[in-house]
Structures are given as structure tokens and as C-alpha cells.
Nanobody
Framework: VQLQASGGGLVQTGGSLRLSCAAS????????MGWFRQAPGKEREFVAA????????DYADSLKGRFTVSRDNAKNTVYLQMNSLQPEDTAVYFC??????????????????WGQGTLVTVSS
């Protein structure tokens, strides 16, 4: 299984970025896909998740309204649209896949496979 995240970079405060995560080696349409992030010196935290069908999504409370997760099962790809970025959004962003129940979507240990991460830096 490979999860290849891309789309990170340097952006100014208030800007936008769209992250992508291309998956291979798994039955993508059967997996809950999640996004997590880890800022320097902090623990990895939940950002967003999308149900295997694409019919349900969930977000960290602090990110609702700014971030949008979506998926294209035909392309085995999950996306994270990030708007109104703030310096506190600076982190390495990871995509992950899970075959666990949707109820476990916010738990790091619910995810079987992880991508390598893509760095997002928001300058003030």
C-alpha cells in the first residue's frame, strides 16, 4: 500500500492550498480516508476524515468552515482544500487509510496506512 501526499508549500496568511493523496495497493473505495497534521513539537492531530462512500465527512472543531475533504474513488485520490490559512496551520500534513468503523475515524490508531506527509507553511 502506498499513500502519496502532495500539494504542500509556502503560502501567506489568508491563502489557500489543496492537498492531494493518491492511493495504490488497496481497495480505495472500501477505506475511510483521513487527514492528520503535526506541527513542530506537537503531537499529531486529527484534521478531517471522509467515509469510504464519500457521503459523510468530519472535521476537527477548530477547522470547520475552512477545510473541506473530498475524494474521487475513480482516481483513488483524496483531497483536502484548505482556505483562510493561518500561521497556526503550519504543519506536516499526513493522509491515512482505515478499514475500521467510521466511528473510529478520529483515532490515530484506527488507521492502517500512512503517507509520508507534505509540509504546509503559512507565513504571517
Amino acid at each position: 500500500v502506498q499513500l502519496q501526499a502532495s500539494g504542500g508549500g509556502l503560502v501567506q496568511t489568508g491563502g489557500s492550498l489543496r492537498l492531494s493523496c493518491a492511493a495504490s495497493g488497496l481497495t480505495f473505495s472500501s477505506a475511510t480516508m483521513g487527514w492528520f497534521r503535526q506541527a513542530p513539537g506537537k503531537e499529531r492531530e486529527f484534521v478531517a476524515a471522509i467515509h469510504r462512500s464519500g457521503g459523510s465527512t468530519d472535521y476537527a472543531d477548530s477547522l470547520k468552515g475552512r477545510f473541506t475533504v473530498s475524494r474521487d474513488n475513480a482516481k483513488n485520490t483524496v483531497y483536502l482544500q484548505m482556505n483562510s490559512l493561518q500561521p497556526e496551520d503550519t504543519a506536516v500534513y499526513f493522509c491515512a487509510s482505515s478499514t475500521r468503523l467510521w466511528a473510529a475515524r478520529k483515532a490515530l490508531n484506527a488507521y492502517n496506512y500512512w503517507g509520508q506527509g507534505t509540509l504546509v507553511t503559512v507565513s504571517s
